[in-house]
């Protein structure tokens, strides 16, 4: 069969009545071979992109029930996938339109979505940076509420120290003037609220 005239089927290499498991299993098989990032520290083949490109689309096609109906609706009225492809719309209904292929699809694209400057990072140095930022940030934390704790113990230390300062002094007016002169202190103070 010529290139040109490849559907979906043909280009995972499934039968057009296999289960969603043959095409899932057939999309993995094919990235693992054509996928841009397989081939990183190797010049990359051009070809192998576009028929990623390919191998992709076919894959978001047959995966999904309905797209996958409607595009055998189409296969029967004679529309091949290298003519017209199936698109899903952000309003659920379904458009066509003709295959496109980005011309600056490779495996080692520019500037990170287009931000001047800004490179592709690689999953392994965006774990390691979010790894030292929660030790860096578990430690800020300890370390605040141990100031925390050290603070309301100085707080809870010189709040005893005026109270026991307090005690003492009632202490020793109680030695000084005795139970009859306490007693009658406390009246006055009694009385003096009261009349107030």
């Known amino acids: 069969m010529d290139k040109d005239s490849q559907n979906y089927y043909d280009v995972l ?45 076919a894959y978001q096609t047959l995966s999904k029930p309905k797209m996958r ?23 659920n209904t379904t458009v066509h339109g003709s295959w496109e292929i980005r011309p600056d699809f490779g495996a080692h694209p520019g500037p990170y979505y287009g ?40 707080r809870t230390d010189e709040v005893s120290a005026k109270a026991n300062e307090h005690h003492e002094k009632i202490r020793s007016d109680a030695r000084k003037y005795g139970k009859e002169e306490q007693v009658q202190r406390v009246a006055k103070r009694i009385f003096k609220r009261m009349d107030s």
């Open 69 to 91: 109906k409607e595009y055998d609706n189409l296969l029967l009225q004679g529309i091949r996938s290298n003519e017209r492809r199936i698109v899903e719309d952000p309003s």
């Open 115 to 154: 931000v001047k400057g800004w490179s592709r990072i690689s999953n392994s140095k965006i774990a390691l940076a979010l790894f030292i930022i929660g030790i860096i940030g578990g430690l800020s934390g300890i370390a605040s509420v141990k100031r925390s704790h050290n603070y309301q113990k100085t």
């Open 13 to 57: 290499n499934v039968r057009r009545d296999c289960s969603g498991k043959e095409i899932r299993s057939a999309f993995l098989e094919l990235s693992k071979k054509y996928h841009p990032d397989v081939s990183v520290g190797v010049k990359s083949n051009p070809k192998d992109a576009e028929k990623f490109v390919k191998i992709y689309e």
